[in-house]
Nanobody
Framework: QVQLVESGGGLVQPGGSLRLSCVASGISIYAMGWYRQAPGKQRELVALIIASGGTSYADSVKGRFAISRDAAKNTVYLQMSSLKPDDTAVYYC????????????WGQGTQVTVSS
């Protein structure tokens, strides 16, 4: 059974930091990423990390967010710093399998609210 379990969301003041975690089980992973969806907006890619360690970020979070992984634990992290109210959204973990064609799996989402 495939599971992606996220944790680490919450309420934080502008300028603050949060770290999100996502543990994957039941799959062999090619890439993992974080997406977010704010009310009334489409889901968007925040950051992605592939098996080789390469990363990609949305322009809006470059220099503020950092994605990392622990391959041995099938876990991906998103360290978020200098948070802004515009970062408020539900954050979803995403995983692509090593199989070809690749399967895509999603976590249940974790709320991040940036507000004073």
């Amino acid at each position: 059974q495939v599971q992606l379990v996220e944790s680490g969301g919450g309420l934080v003041q502008p300028g603050g930091s949060l770290r999100l975690s996502c543990v994957a089980s039941g799959i062999s992973i090619y890439a993992m990423g974080w997406y977010r969806q704010a009310p009334g907006k489409q889901r968007e890619l925040v950051a992605l990390i592939i098996a080789s360690g390469g990363t990609s970020y949305a322009d809006s979070v470059k220099g503020r967010f950092a994605i990392s992984r622990d391959a041995a634990k099938n876990t991906v992290y998103l360290q978020m710093s200098s948070l802004k109210p515009d970062d408020t959204a539900v954050y979803y973990c995403n995983a692509l399998t090593q199989s070809i064609p690749r399967d895509v799996y999603w976590g249940q989402g974790t709320q991040v609210t940036v507000s004073s």
